[in-house]
């Protein structure tokens, strides 16, 4: 199974990025899709869930409003839009894939994980 993400970069603060992450080595459509992010010192955190029909979504408290999550199963790739970007929003975003059916924001039962993608934000 491999999951690439890409389209991360520099950008100023009050900005956009989509990032995208595509997946191979397994049935995309089977899986819930996961954006997490770690900043340097920091543990690796939550950011946004979709469920396999992109019937549902789920977003962390920090980026609700700013971001979405969406995902095209005929190109094995799911996408994280980002507005407003701030500061703190700089990371290594990373996507993952999880089986089931219940959206999560835990690090843990995410079963594959992506390279993961810079995102710089300037202020």
């Known amino acids: 199974v491999q999951l690439q993400a890409c389209r991360g970069g520099l950008v100023q603060a009050g900005g956009s990025l989509r990032l995208s992450c595509a997946a191979s080595?397994?049935?995309?459509?089977?899986?819930?899709m996961g954006w997490f992010r770690q900043a340097p010192g920091k543990e690796r955190e939550f950011v946004a869930a979709?469920?396999?029909?992109?019937?549902?979504?789920y977003y962390a408290d920090s980026v609700k409003g700013r971001c979405t999550i969406s995902r095209e199963n005929a190109k094995n790739t799911v996408y994280l839009q980002m507005n407003s970007l701030k500061p703190e929003d700089a990371a290594v975003y990373y996507c993952?894939?999880?089986?089931?059916?219940?959206?999560?924001?835990?690090?843990?039962?995410?079963?594959?994980w992506g390279q993961g993608t810079q995102v710089t934000v300037s202020s």
């Open positions: 080595g397994l049935t995309f459509s089977n899986y819930i």
């Open positions: 979709i469920s396999r029909s992109a019937t549902n979504t």
């Open positions: 993952a894939a999880k089986s089931g059916y219940r959206l999560a924001a835990e690090v843990k039962v995410y079963d594959y």
